[in-house]
């Protein structure tokens, strides 16, 4: 058994997903773990399979019959980075562009390794005003300051709220 990751994007609909697994099913492929969501009206994601090797072909040329959806399989990590603490960043303030490039280069310039990245743009109760809204589950290394990263953060713009916890509370 191999690790895959199957990546998929393609117009809503009831039944998509449930398909995708029939097939990773039919050519006796584990379901591991996967994220999906639809964005813009369209269904996107990816999910993590085990599969016998053999089957990959098959497997491949079966979802790429479909032309409903686009779909990639990368094979996975054999070797995954060791493990570090796991913190959860959740951050919100006023949207504006270029945000997530900001954050993104704070969050490289402390060596953080981001694992799980979802944002959003919503409306602020009183008075409307678009807000930029985020959640990062981040891999940190032991010797960096969480204090250091929460300031630089910061330091991005004076409205933005930072709150870090570690996600073995």
Do not use: C
């Given at each position: 058994m191999k690790s895959f990751i199957i990546t998929l994007v393609g117009k809503d609909k009831p039944g998509l997903l449930g398909a995708l697994?029939?097939?990773?099913?039919?050519?006796?492929?584990?379901?591991?773990?996967?994220?999906?969501?639809?964005?813009?009206?369209r269904f996107a994601g990816f999910a993590e399979i085990e599969l016998p090797e053999e089957n990959l072909t098959p497997l491949e040329k079966a979802l790429k019959q479909r032309d409903d959806v686009d779909i990639t399989?990368?094979?996975?990590?054999?070797?995954?980075?060791?493990?570090?603490?796991?913190?959860?960043i959740n951050i919100v303030g006023n949207d504006k562009t270029g945000i997530v490039h900001e954050i993104t280069a704070?969050?490289?310039?402390?060596?953080?390794?981001?694992?799980?990245?979802?944002?959003?743009?919503?409306?602020?109760?009183s008075s409307g005003t678009p807000l930029f809204k985020a959640t990062a589950n981040c891999c940190v290394t032991e010797t960096e300051s969480l204090d250091d990263l929460v300031d630089a953060l910061e330091y991005l713009a004076n409205d933005l709220m930072i709150d870090v916890d570690f996600a073995d509370k």
């Open positions: 697994a029939d097939t990773v099913y039919q050519f006796k492929g584990n379901w591991l773990g996967s994220n999906f969501a639809l964005m813009a009206g399989i990368s094979s996975g990590d054999e070797n995954p980075p060791p493990p570090m603490r796991e913190a959860i704070v969050l490289n310039k402390h060596k953080v390794n981001i694992i799980g990245f979802k944002s959003e743009r919503a409306s602020a109760p």
